[in-house]
């Protein structure tokens, strides 16, 4: 018998730019193909949605196989519609090109058990992946350094893959052709000087494999202990400090900018020395805009994301 369970309550994340999509249910063809792919006699006993995320529904899925075998995993489905600037470089191939490197990273990360890029069988392109164990995290104030260094020393296994390079390359979201503040900034100034300052030549980096959405929310945890990364969804060839920034940025409004500064300080241990630019920390921001399609920074959260470009844009070389 299939159970269909109600959504959890969802953790509170960093004041995201868009409501999360709605957890659209998988169609039965969905379902029989996430069976099929068990073999004859599998069958799906429970379908969860997961909290989160704004370009997938996502669907916790327990199989049974007809031996009684159980296996957790997770259905990633692409839904229609116009979620980020990115949306042209964003699909299932390109997470699956990401799954594959990631095989070899010392970092746990999702397992692809099948895929259906093209929605032949599913009601929308579809990844089908083994279930991580943990949670998002919930660290205390007092438990963060330790927490950071572990975000510092998963990222930096990240970044040494081999095969980099076979990913697509970074762009940036927001592409600077539209100069629009949020429509609920108190300090559109701001803004203006950070556009500018953006539209500078990137400061020269080496490029290596990075997530490209780096943040406590992709992230999972058990008993104090990182286990696992997921959403590999925009994974690029690129700047180290694109990560970095994502990080940086999403700290900054959690627990204010002091642990932006600390992740910074922990990366630089862990790396046995970094440099970072604050152009990528200016540039990790105005991805979030310009605000489209029912995207927009929540008003509440406007006046932190202004005090933290403030703080940018202080320490921009001139």
């Not at 169609?27 to 997938?56: D, I, M, N, Y």
């Not at 029912?294 to 202080?314: K, M, N, S």
Request: proline share 11%; charged share 20%.
């Amino acid at each position: 018998m299939l159970v269909v369970t109600t959504s959890p309550a969802p953790f509170p994340a960093a004041a995201p730019a868009s409501a999360p999509a709605p957890a659209t249910p998988p169609a039965a063809s969905a379902l029989r193909w996430v069976q099929e792919c068990f073999g004859k006699g599998a069958r799906v006993r429970t379908v969860r949605p997961l909290a989160g995320g704004t370009a997938h529904a996502n669907h916790e899925v327990l199989v049974e196989s007809r031996a009684g075998s159980p296996h957790h995993l997770v259905l990633r489905r692409w839904l229609p519609g116009d979620h980020s600037l990115a949306a042209a470089e964003f699909s299932p191939e390109r997470e699956i090109a990401a799954l594959a490197l990631l095989a070899g990273a010392e970092v746990r990360t999702p397992a692809l058990v099948a895929a259906d890029p093209a929605g032949a069988y599913c009601d929308a392109p579809a990844l089908l992946i083994a279930k991580l164990d943990g949670h998002p995290p919930r660290p205390s104030r007092d438990d963060l350094p330790e927490y950071l260094i572990q975000l510092a020393a998963a990222l930096l296994s990240v970044h040494g893959l081999r095969g980099a390079a076979s990913m697509p390359p970074y762009m940036p979201y927001n592409r600077l052709d539209v100069r629009v503040p949020p429509r609920h900034a108190l300090r559109p100034g701001l803004w203006e000087r950070a556009f500018e300052a953006a539209a500078r030549p990137a400061p020269p980096a080496r490029s290596c494999f990075v997530h490209r959405d780096y943040q406590p929310d992709n992230t999972l945890w058990s008993y104090g202990r990182l286990t696992g990364v997921v959403d590999w969804s925009d994974a690029s060839y690129g700047p180290a400090a694109v990560d970095i920034a994502a990080m940086r940025l999403s700290l900054a409004l959690l627990y204010g900018p002091p642990a932006a500064d600390a992740f910074l300080r922990c990366f630089d241990q862990v790396s046995g020395g970094y440099e970072h630019d604050p152009y990528w920390d200016l540039r990790a921001l105005l991805d979030l805009l310009p605000e489209t399609g029912g995207r927009t920074l929540d008003e509440v959260h406007v006046p932190l994301y202004e005090d933290y470009l403030a703080g940018l844009l202080a320490d921009l070389a001139p």
